[in-house]
């Protein structure tokens, strides 16, 4: 399940992960740590919302 930062639009893709943040490829969005935040515009998990 992909997620979208509502922000900026940045997707998060489990497959692909967040390799520059330390977020490992196959990573589920839920197991990401609460302290990360999105790559492009800098906020909280809290932003992303499921894509359908």
């Known amino acids: ?3 979208q930062c509502t922000l900026c639009g940045h997707i998060y893709d489990p497959e692909l992960g967040d390799p ?9 969005f839920e197991d990401i740590p609460e302290d990360w935040v999105c790559p492009l515009c800098g906020v909280g998990k809290e932003m992303f919302e499921k894509m359908e």
Do not use: Q
Request: glycine content about 16%.
């Open 1 to 3: 399940m992909k997620y």
């Open 20 to 28: 520059d943040s330390g977020i490992a490829p196959g990573t589920p």
